[in-house]
């Protein structure tokens, strides 16, 4: 039987808050203060873990309440912490809960599918470990189909010859001589998850999918690939032998417990209103989120978990609502509150040109997979940036995302040629811009619907 590995939790960046802010600064313009808050918080994490034991589990972490509209980088501050410490992370709106009786999603769900991110983090880390082993097992299973041990007793086979044969493979696999000769092999075939009420046995808190895959009978498959397809087949077949699923899902809850953290969005949405009969359940969502950020027990079905230490982003933009018409309650349990400003054109030209990820630096990359050169000029920038200002502040202001559109409505005619221009090279300057969007801004009914 093969050896599992046994799974050791990840180890928390020791990253200063300093150097998070930082970090933070290459992909998102402005907004120091959410930048401090959740760096400060990701820092104390790091704390925590390095303190007295009786001391740990009277620390709770310190959640966060960013307001502000949209499109100025709520999302993207909690998603960028979360890729660069690499905690389990997931975004979710409060809409999409109701309270429990209602149709809808159940609050606890989004418990469940932290869990479901932190194993795949653990698997990720713990493949790296097992790899070379793997590869190596896969390689010897392929010797094995390629020249199959003799049938006959070992007093009668010449040993000598057939050590020989095997180790003649060997090198022609090394050196990918033999990937294109077709081989059988087998692989279990995992049935369908079986539907209930329009629901996922795989989302249900207990394990049924996993009890009716242990008593159905295994479907093994046999196929014939190549040996290049082979190989990558046995080669993830000998990395889940070598993998020991309970200790993953082990290190994953210990992971998510001590290091997850939930995005809730449009957590203003749920504010109830003096409305009757058109926000069913809003203070019930309310009322359910409150024990999971306080602390509770979640039942899934890898095991319990417990949400004490889970850091809580929640984020809204609280127009039609203020923070303190949430439940009391709910209010004490987020104790840093940070607002973020509606951007400017200066900060529109900063997101275009600073982040690593820009746009323009994106559109570039993208046409230059077809040979062209896209150049963007000072004075194009600063146009691009006008447009976007003016059009935030004419209709609905969407943020950063209204870069998005006038980008894709200002490039549409270059991506559509790019292909059949082979060489060559498109500047974008001032009057390039003008020349596709004036017309498109100045008309305030078409810029709601193009722009």
């Given at each position: ?10 180890a ?12 933070l600064?290459r992909?998102?313009?402005?907004q ?31 959640n ?42 159940d ?10 991110n ?5 698997r ?69 998850p079986?539907?209930i ?9 207990i ?29 993830e077949?000998?990395v ?64 319990y ?5 889970i ?15 949430l ?50 000029t ?17 209709t ?16 549409e005619?270059a ?8 060489m060559?090279?498109?500047v974008?300057?001032a ?21």
């Open positions: 039987m093969a050896k599992k590995t046994k799974a050791e939790p990840l928390t960046p020791d990253m200063t808050p300093r150097q998070i802010v930082t970090e600064d992909y998102i313009i402005g120091d203060d959410a930048k401090r808050a959740v760096a400060v918080a990701i820092r104390n994490r790091w704390r925590r873990q390095r303190v007295a034991d009786e001391m740990q589990g009277e620390i709770a972490p310190k966060i309440l960013m307001i502000g509209p949209t499109g100025v980088g709520k999302t993207e501050i909690a998603r960028r912490l979360a890729s660069l410490t690499g905690a389990p992370f997931i975004k979710v709106e409060a809409t999409k809960y109701t309270e429990v009786g209602y149709y809808g999603r609050v606890e769900s989004l418990v469940r599918e932290l869990v479901e932190a194993i795949t983090l653990v990720a880390h713990l493949r790296k470990g097992v790899e070379e082993e793997a590869r190596r097992r896969a390689g010897e299973r392929l010797v094995d189909i390629l020249a199959p041990r003799p049938s006959f007793s070992a007093e009668e086979a010449d040993q000598g010859h057939y050590e020989r044969t095997r180790d003649k493979m060997r090198a022609m696999l090394q050196a990918g001589e033999l990937d294109q000769r077709r081989v059988e092999i087998s692989s279990e075939q995992k049935a369908n079986v539907m009420g329009g629901m996922g046995v795989e989302q249900m808190d394990d049924l999918q996993g009890m009716l895959e242990r008593f159905m009978p295994k479907n093994t498959v046999r196929r014939e690939v190549s040996v290049a397809e082979a190989r990558e087949i046995l080669f077949q000998e889940e032998a070598l993998l020991n699923p309970e200790e993953v899902n082990a290190a994953a809850i210990d992971l998510a417990e001590n290091m997850g953290i939930i995005f809730v969005d449009e957590l203003d949405k749920v504010v109830a209103s003096d409305t009757r009969g058109a926000d069913v359940s809003r203070q019930g969502v309310q009322r359910d989120l409150l024990p999971i950020v306080e602390g509770t027990t979640i039942q899934t079905k890898h095991g978990v417990k949400t004490d230490h850091l809580f982003v929640a984020a809204g933009a609280f127009h039609s609502a203020s923070p303190s018409e439940m009391p309650e709910l209010q004490g349990r987020f104790p840093i509150r940070v607002e973020l400003a509606d951007l400017t054109k200066e900060d529109f030209v900063r997101i275009l040109t600073e982040p690593k990820n820009s746009l323009t630096r994106q559109y570039s990359a993208l046409l230059d997979t077809e040979g062209v050169t896209l150049e963007f000072d004075d194009a920038i600063d146009a691009i940036a006008s447009y976007a200002f003016h059009v935030n502040q004419s609905q202001n969407i943020g950063a995302r209204r870069l998005h559109t006038i980008l894709e409505r200002l490039l005619e991506s559509f040629e790019a292909p059949d221009m082979k060559g090279k498109i974008v300057n009057a390039y811009v003008n020349e596709r969007l004036k017309e498109v801004t100045e008309d305030e009914e078409l810029s709601k619907f193009i722009l």
